[in-house]
């Protein structure tokens, strides 16, 4: 499933968080490249310029020389130069042709501290392969990952998240649980074409417990509060991506306060364009899920 990865290390306890949880999700014999980027961008008609370059490269090579040791993995290292690090492990994860970009989280990143770090921020929005993200303090205490959550509406988004849970779970033998928010402003009245609120709920817990594979369930709330107690009940959570960016419609506003607060597991992100984005619902051919035109 994941063959080739890309790890974002920083020389801090975030970069080992993502190693760490690399290690998880990568298959057995994955390629794995720990990268560090470094900021600027290179003018050969400045020279001292360039010998401050050399000098940067120089550093950084040894830190991942010393983080690859740190964490006994067998790993190419790779220095980038990019005007910022998301943009950095953006070129790193295209120029390997990755399957999953790797990040870890800093005391102001994003799962279960704050949803919005600038920098991982920056390094998830228009990634260009599945992103996972580590919790704060992962590598010290790297859980097994027998439960594997899923987000799940019945978009296309939500059955591309889902195939890629199972066939996760099948080369890991994990448990998958899917929840399906229904999420309705309550005024006392009822839903659409005439179906009240419990019947809504009902119906939709109803599909969810049908899907093939999946201990699936549906709940009334907030998608936001309901994806982060989700989330803290299992050892990985893993959801589509929708427009204006991977976490735009799922993982904004409420969602980004509830998992600042709670959420403490890792988190996968499947943006629009990569394997699995765009399943047709109900499909469970995972093998045929290639991935689609940028």
Do not use: W
Not at 63 to 87: D, F, K, N
Not at 118 to 140: F, H, K, Q
Not at 233 to 260: F, H, V, W
């Amino acid at each position: 499933m994941f063959k080739n990865v890309v790890v974002g290390v920083d020389g801090r306890a975030s970069g080992r968080d993502a190693i760490a949880l690399a290690m998880r999700l990568a298959d057995p014999g994955a390629t794995l490249t720990l990268s560090h980027v470094i900021p600027g961008i290179y003018k050969p008609s400045h020279a001292v310029f360039y010998d401050m370059v050399e000098e940067d490269f120089a550093k950084a090579r040894a830190l991942l020389e010393r983080e690859r040791e740190r964490a006994g993995v067998e790993a190419t290292l790779e220095v980038v130069q990019a005007p910022s690090p998301g943009q950095g492990l953006h070129e790193s994860a295209e120029a390997h042709d990755a399957d999953l970009l790797v990040l870890g989280t800093c005391r102001h990143g994003i799962v279960g501290r704050a949803i919005l770090g600038n920098d991982t921020r920056a390094a998830i929005n228009g990634a260009p392969c599945a992103l996972a993200v580590a919790p704060l303090g992962y590598s010290e205490h790297p859980t097994p990952i027998e439960t594997i959550g899923v987000g799940y509406d019945g978009s296309p988004e939500s059955e591309g998240a889902l195939a890629a849970a199972k066939e996760l779970a099948k080369r890991i033998h994990a448990e998958v649980r899917a929840r399906q928010v229904v999420s309705i402003p309550y005024s006392g009245l009822i839903g659409p074409s005439g179906v009240g609120m419990d019947e809504l709920i009902a119906d939709a817990d109803a599909h969810m417990r049908e899907l093939a594979g999946v201990k699936g369930e549906a709940v009334y709330g907030l998608v936001g509060e309901e994806l982060a107690t989700f989330g803290a009940e299992c050892d990985l959570l893993i959801i589509g991506s929708r427009g204006y960016g991977p976490l735009k419609s799922m993982m904004l506003g409420s969602t980004a306060i509830n998992l600042q607060s709670r959420a403490r597991s890792p988190l996968v992100i499947l943006p629009r364009g990569t394997r699995y984005a765009n399943v047709p619902p109900g499909s469970d051919d995972t093998a045929a899920h290639q991935p689609l035109p940028a």
